[in-house]
């Protein structure tokens, strides 16, 4: 039975521990973020430049169940280019995925092995 074990708070996230396994200590976790829950754990697709190949943004949430998607800094800096996703009104909406939460990478990796 899923309870609430531990329970961080603060005003852009809520993250709460449901299950720990006691042999492996492994977690059964979740996240409330400003576009929607996260269960953990959770298969995150990589979306690099703000989409995934050959699926459509609303698929990705309402069909896939995608509750989270990883896209990096570095080539979304590139193209389409911060300007260009500022001027759209940010990442989701440049995306047109309203209901899936985006988490970025620094883009650091690139920047020094290029």
Known sequence: KERVIH???SPALQFEVLYECSVSRARRSRLRLPHGVVDTPVFMP???QGGMKGVLSSEMCDDLGCQIM???TYHLALRPSTNVIDKLG???AFMCADKCNVL???G???MVSL
């Open 90 to 92: 940010g990442i989701h």
């Open 46 to 48: 990589v979306g690099t």
């Open 7 to 9: 329970c961080f708070k």
């Open 70 to 72: 990883l896209c990096n």
């Open 108 to 110: 650091g990796f690139q």
């Open 104 to 106: 970025t990478d620094s």
